[in-house]
T-cell receptor, first 112, second 112 residues
Framework: GQQVMQIPQYQHVQEGEDFTTYCNSS?????IQWYKQRPGGHPVFLIQ?????EVKKQKRLTFQFGEAKKNSSLHITATQTTDVGTYFC????????????FGKGTLLTVNP | NAGVTQTPKFRVLKTGQSMTLLCAQD?????MYWYRQDPGMGLRLIHY?????TTAKGEVPDGYNVSRLKKQNFLLGLESAAPSQTSVYFC???WGRGQPQHFGDGTRLSIL
């Protein structure tokens, strides 16, 4: 099945610094979803991107879907300690696919 | 997370024992999923269901069975637990194919 590769695996930043995680695929994606999981918690849906070149913002978070629909990124401006957690991308694949395939995630830690 | 409830939250088993994990949802979602999460491995799909009375295998189905006798419940069974099944298990639901998933709080299962 399709796979999405996430980089980096870990990222440690000082509070106030920016953070970016990337999700890459060798094949064209139907859509991409982003989730956040706080330490000890469960994944929580953040956003879904469907269109080529799409950009969506949620406060300090900016999500992008590549023009070729093979990559996506999540950028956090001026990180805060509340941003700590693991960020996952997930892709649906095309056709009658009922499933999501999750990347392995990027663990973000923030030093106050 | 009132929408998706998992029971139990924690459990310790001995090798060879059996148990059932219950996922209950009150959102009237058609699709339900069982994942396991292990360090560095992300979320891996065990089994899923696209509606009452239906089940299908995911990425890592061996050693597990599932049933969806009622739309609101999705049961995950371990017939003969093995230490390799020590993990955190998450149930998720979605209203439609490939749509964002809502996760339960998880079940932390240890097998000795």
């Amino acid at each position: 099945g399709q796979q999405v590769m996430q980089i980096p695996q870990y990222q440690h930043v000082q509070e106030g610094e920016d953070f970016t995680t990337y999700c890459n695929s060798s094949t064209t994606l139907s859509n991409i979803q982003w989730y956040k999981q706080r330490p000890g918690g469960h994944p929580v849906f953040l956003i879904q991107l469907v269109k080529s070149g799409e950009v969506k913002k949620q406060k300090r978070l900016t999500f992008q879907f590549g023009e070729a629909k093979k990559n996506s990124s999540l950028h956090i401006t001026a990180t805060q300690t509340t941003d700590v957690g693991t960020y996952f991308c997930a892709e649906r694949g095309g056709g009658s696919n009922y499933k999501l395939t999750f990347g392995k995630g990027t663990l973000l830690t923030v030093n106050p | 997370n009132a929408g998706v409830t998992q029971t139990p939250k924690f459990r310790v088993l001995k090798t060879g024992q059996s148990m059932t994990l219950l996922c209950a949802q009150d959102m009237n979602h058609e699709y339900m999923y069982w994942y396991r999460q292990d360090p560095g491995m992300g979320l891996r799909l065990i089994h899923y269901s696209v509606g009452e009375g239906t089940t299908a295998k995911g990425e890592v189905p061996d050693g597990y069975n599932v049933s969806r006798l009622k739309k609101q419940n999705f049961l995950l069974g371990l017939e003969s637990a093995a230490p390799s099944q020590t993990s955190v298990y998450f149930c998720a639901t979605a209203w439609g194919r490939g749509q964002p998933q809502h996760f339960g709080d998880g079940t932390r299962l240890s097998i000795l």
